[in-house]
């Protein structure tokens, strides 16, 4: 069975860290695009960054300078590194993959809560 699990969330003071995992299980994680998005109460969900299958990785310019996607392909998980959280940063983070060249995300994480402050 494919799935995806996404933990580390939890309650930070802003200017504060967290890292986001993504584990795999039934699909090799260096064979697809993963992306982590973010959803916030009454936003649309908000692509946050990427990393593709030769280690390129992007970022929304929100995050851009604060946050830092990884791959251990020894275990099959992908990270987000978080630091400088802002209160803004609060949301449901996830955790999808996709082949390229496909654009559509096929597999999704539950989500795992963020949430930024004092």
């Known amino acids: 069975q494919l799935q995806l699990v996404e933990s580390g969330g939890g309650l930070v003071q802003p200017g504060g860290s967290l890292r986001l995992s993504c584990a795999a299980s039934g699909l090799t994680l260096n064979s697809y695009v993963i992306g982590w998005f973010r959803q916030a109460p009454g936003k649309e969900r908000e692509a946050v960054s990427c990393?593709?299958?030769?280690?390129?990785?992007y970022y929304g310019d929100s995050v851009k300078g604060r946050f830092t996607i990884s791959r251990d392909n020894a275990k099959n998980t992908v990270y987000l590194q978080m630091d400088s959280l802002k209160p803004e940063d609060t949301a449901v983070y996830y955790c999808a993959a996709r082949l390229a060249p496909l654009l559509e995300y096929a597999y999704w994480g539950q989500g795992t809560q963020v949430t930024v402050s004092l």
């Open positions: 990393i593709t299958t030769d280690g390129t990785s």
